[in-house]
């Protein structure tokens, strides 16, 4: 019998293009485990009016460990239209499978480490003085707040009465009173104190387990005063349990701009659901971009490990594939951290790194050239052949 067991959900588009790259990588070092696919995304929603089938939780909730590739999200207006025409009109109404995933396991603390390759010709570099240029080492991970904030989806369009009734309580409701519940939509942000303390202290973990000099809370309660306050009062508390480590608080959209003038000062990165989805993706094109963007969705039994690029549907049918499988890569990196596979981790990191390095195999984003059928014609490796080149790395 296996070690483990994994929980494969390779979703939609290029997510069934990376996560079988993954499995070779894992197969390669040897990690000791049995792989379970199962269904999510689109196709289900299309087919069965729920993008995350409860066949599938079942397996989650059996197995605790999973591997994610990419999903396909739509508007609502889009999504109604794409349902099977049987299924129309019954109630069905689409919810990001990720997010409802996050929310039943309760995988409250996302991951996601921005942190540069040397070599790497999409690194951030800036200009100096002299007319040079210089390039900062970016080392950042961010600690995301994974069920809470504005992606609670607590929402309407047209909400009902007891909802405007409770919200015309408010005084800062007035101006929006008389407009009609067709005409009206609203997304509540929802912050509990627990939550807000639970990501500042895996973030302060985080930062004295690796080394790291300070946190920054990333929010904005100079304008979101109760939710934004409340998760910067928690990372001020859970701070003075860490007197060696400095906290910094940022707004996020000052943060925003300093990210490109110096990212080297940050580390740790704690903020809200929302904001830490946007710090994220802000801090990762400085390392590269959504092709090494990692992350791990943790809770406290199940813990699920994904790239945060999408499905990228315009590349999904291409033939070779060209999308860049390293982010993937690094997801399964992540995992074998999770369970303690420590060796076999460093050794897929290293093996990544020196590809990175060497610079003699690229996909078509590192070479700054447009994706599409052309793009292996130009120079640029696929998806097999980057996988391949880390493969070789590791022997």
């Known amino acids: 019998m296996a070690k483990h067991t994994v929980v494969t959900m390779p979703g939609d588009g290029i997510g069934n293009q990376v996560l079988p790259e993954a499995l070779r990588v894992l197969k390669a070092v ?136 409770a919200l015309a309580t408010h005084p800062k409701f007035k101006p929006f009173s008389s407009t009609p519940g067709p005409d009206l939509a609203i997304s509540v942000r929802i912050i509990t104190r627990n939550a807000a303390r639970k990501i500042s202290k895996a973030g302060f973990e985080w930062a004295n387990k690796f080394g790291y000099k300070s946190v920054t809370i990333c929010e904005k309660p100079n304008v979101l005063r109760e939710t934004s306050g409340m998760m910067e009062d928690e990372a001020k508390n859970v701070a003075k349990e860490y007197p060696g480590i400095a906290l910094w608080s940022t707004n996020i959209d000052a943060q925003t701009m300093w990210l490109t003038k110096n990212p080297e000062d940050y580390g740790v990165v704690v903020a809200s659901n929302l904001f830490g989805d946007v710090i994220s993706d802000a801090f990762a094109g400085l390392v590269g971009g959504l092709g090494f963007a990692a992350s791990g969705n943790i809770g406290d039994e199940v813990a699920v490990f994904e790239p945060t690029h999408g499905s990228a549907p315009k590349y999904a049918e291409l033939n070779p594939p060209i999308v860049n499988p390293i982010a993937m890569l690094l997801s399964a990196v992540m995992m074998l951290e999770h369970v303690g596979e420590m060796e076999k981790a460093k050794q897929i990191r290293d093996a990544i790194a020196a590809v990175v390095k060497e610079g003699k195999v690229r996909t078509y984003d590192m070479m700054r050239i447009p994706g599409g059928a052309k793009s292996i014609s130009k120079g640029a490796a696929s998806t097999t052949q980057m996988t391949d080149a880390i493969l070789k790395k590791l022997k």
């Open 30 to 165: 040897g990690f000791d485990a049995e792989y379970v696919h199962a269904d999510i995304g689109w196709e289900c929603w299309i087919n069965e009016g729920n993008a995350l089938p409860q066949r599938t939780i079942d397996l989650l909730a059996k197995h605790k460990l999973g591997l994610f590739g990419a999903i396909t999200s739509k508007p609502k207006k889009e999504a109604d239209e794409e349902l099977k025409p049987e299924l129309r009109g019954k109630g069905y109404s689409y919810f990001s499978p990720i997010v409802s995933m996050r929310q039943k396991f309760n995988l409250d603390t996302c991951v996601r480490p921005c942190i540069a390759f040397p070599g790497n010709p999409l690194n951030f570099i800036r200009k100096k003085p002299d007319g040079g240029f210089e390039e900062p080492f970016v080392n950042v991970v961010v600690f995301r707040q994974n069920t809470e904030g504005l992606y609670a989806g607590v929402e309407w369009t047209n909400p009902p009465d007891g909802v405007r009734t």
